[in-house]
């Protein structure tokens, strides 16, 4: 048991269970174990990770090692804070951002993972952060650095060059806005969202993200390669918020990172470091029910969780990082949800799914053309503007597609036997709402992948070197991973979808529920999950009125003033409290 904390309000240690040990389960244990709640984890499979879930196949005398989920790695110091927290050093005030982390030079150089990172695992620089290949062949090797960034402009559509820096301007003021200083506010009340929305309407942050890209950029290319990014967070370019161009400057200030061993090596470091501060983590334990009582007028309080096997636990406070929308309809009774209605669920848009092809194949032969692909590759149909129209809103898979193909062994050999490759693809398709019989069209959709890769030169005669092949569908999200019709990231990150209209980190409807991860504040990627654990965190602690110094300021943050209390001042008022 995790000895009592000065942080932890009464004479026995707060208890609390999480939902589901994805990154934001995860992140969550680790911070609730640094305020002093004795913490469980309660996860259905049978290994961490959630999403990120990394599966090992063996063949011949070696094995492929497949991260089934989020690949893509960003802002490293967040990670770092993660793994500096101890018992009794929470830092739930804003993360400080010091002039040598806003620095994509320290990318170039190598550096990646902070001191307190490198104990539990070992990140590094991935460059270029993509290589975005359009249908004519030509590419666009994206990697933050200013001069190649305007020499491949120059090379691609010389037109855009005095629009890309009006973009790099105007992206750049919705950076330092919406993340640095908004970042970690959560906006629980009208008036948090009131605050911002004048200053938001005068960045341009609200209209779409293609709209806005398209002011700057005349050529298809360009519009692309500059709204891309928020697929790989369940949003469509032509429905999100402008306010996602931030991702564009997140990537470019700290780069793209590989956890060495696969994004499961750094679901695992989590393990550990959460285990060490005392948490446990329960595997085959699904949840069946979130149990509660009566509390307030009209509002029940969750009092523990049912699980699947019947056992009952109980807890302080119970968090779910499992989906939000069958968080509700599935482990929450009708009667206890007012705002978050059986209509208002099912009326929320859900982002889209995916087919993502895991395979193994053997490395270049002699009599195999040489494979020309970076670590992260974005392979871009003939269509953008009308297969985005067709994914999202038509709901049907159209004659073409596009695809991330990732090929870790390309920076770490050792996911594969030696000579082989590890890689998989990942396709945007509908979600289930779509009526599409999986079992039919997922073989017929792998089958025309594969013939792409192989036939348009990716990979050369790669059916002939493939050693293993599986893939997933929306069905596995769906059915393994309890998502609501199969979504992969949530609630679709649409305006109405965005901020204070986002599902709240404390349950609307029940006291002692909160959530956390991509259904919840911010929102999806990983960086915003690591966000929303620590949003979470600080309003778990404001509701048990722990230690007031820790959360001192949040109202100032709230209302988008960059305050905080530092680690130094938090341990030296600590230390005054003991004494």
Do not use: C
Not at 87 to 106: M, N, T
Not at 363 to 392: K, S, T, V
Not at 419 to 426: K, V
Not at 430 to 458: I, Q, Y
Request: charged letters at 20%; aromatic letters at 10%.
């Amino acid at each position: 048991m995790t000895p009592a904390s000065p942080l932890t309000a009464g004479p026995r240690p707060k208890t609390a269970l999480i939902i589901g040990s994805g990154f934001g389960g995860l992140s969550l244990g680790i911070r609730l174990q640094s305020l002093g709640f004795q913490t469980t984890i309660l996860e259905r499979l049978d290994a961490p990770g959630g999403r990120a879930y990394q599966k090992r196949v063996p063949v011949g005398g070696g094995e492929y090692v497949f991260d089934m989920g989020p690949t893509v790695i960003t802002v490293p110091h967040f990670i770092e804070e993660l793994f500096r927290l101890q018992v009794g050093r929470a830092e739930l005030g804003p993360v400080d951002f010091p002039p040598e982390v806003l620095h994509a030079e320290r990318v170039r150089d190598g550096v990646s993972g902070g001191p307190a990172t490198s104990r539990y695992v070992q990140l590094r620089p991935i460059l270029p952060f993509y290589r975005i290949y359009f249908d004519d062949g030509t590419y666009f090797d994206y990697d933050g650095d200013p001069e190649s960034t305007v020499r491949q402009i120059t090379a691609l559509a010389p037109e855009d060059l005095a629009g890309y820096e009006r973009f790099h301007r105007d992206a750049q003021a919705i950076f330092e806005r919406g993340f640095l200083e908004l970042g970690y506010t959560h906006f629980g009340d009208v008036p948090s969202m009131l605050r911002v929305v004048p200053e938001l309407m005068r960045l341009d942050a609200v209209r779409t993200l293609f709209s806005f890209t398209s002011k700057y950029f005349t050529n298809p290319k360009m519009q692309q390669v500059f709204s891309f990014e928020t697929l790989l967070v369940g949003g469509n370019p032509l429905s999100v918020p402008s306010i996602y161009a931030m991702i564009h400057f997140v990537e470019k200030t700290w780069g793209i990172h590989y956890a060495m061993g696969g994004t499961g090596a750094l679901v695992r470091a989590f393990v550990q470091k959460y285990e060490e501060l005392g948490g446990r983590i329960r595997y085959g334990a699904g949840v069946d029910q979130i149990l509660t009582s009566p509390g307030l007028p009209g509002r029940r309080r969750a009092t523990g969780v049912r699980l699947e096997s019947g056992e009952e636990l109980r807890a302080d406070v119970v968090v779910s990082n499992g989906d939000w929308a069958n968080t509700n309809l599935k482990l929450l009774p009708r009667a206890a949800r007012l705002v978050n209605s059986d209509v208002r669920v099912k009326l929320a848009r859900q982002s889209m799914s995916l087919l993502v092809i895991y395979f193994g194949f053997r490395a270049d032969g002699p009599q195999d053309p040489p494979m020309d692909l970076r670590h992260h590759n974005i392979i871009l149909g003939p269509r953008y503007e009308e297969l985005l129209r067709e994914i999202f809103g038509k709901k049907v898979l159209g004659a073409d597609f596009s695809q991330y193909l990732h090929v870790p062994t390309l920076t770490d050999p050792s996911l594969a036997p030696a000579g082989h490759h590890a890689a998989y693809t990942l396709v945007p398709v509908p979600h289930n709402g779509s009526g599409l019989d999986w079992a039919v069209e997922g073989p017929r959709l792998v089958a025309r992948v594969l013939e792409f890769l192989e036939e348009r030169g990716f990979i050369p005669n790669l059916r002939a070197r493939l050693t293993h092949q599986e893939f997933i569908t929306p069905d596995y999200f769906e059915g393994t991973l309890e998502a609501y019709l199969g979504n992969a990231f949530g609630p679709e990150p649409v305006l109405v979808q965005t901020a204070f209209f986002r599902p709240h980190n404390r349950h609307e409807d029940v006291a002692g529920l909160y959530m956390v991860g991509a259904g919840a504040q911010p929102g999806g990627g990983t960086p915003s999950v690591m966000m929303s654990a620590k949003m979470t965190a600080r309003l778990i602690a404001e509701d048990f009125g722990i230690h007031p110094s820790i959360v001192e300021g949040v109202a100032d943050l709230n209302a988008g003033a960059p305050t905080g209390v530092s680690a130094v001042q938090a341990e030296q008022e600590l230390a005054g409290t003991r004494g």
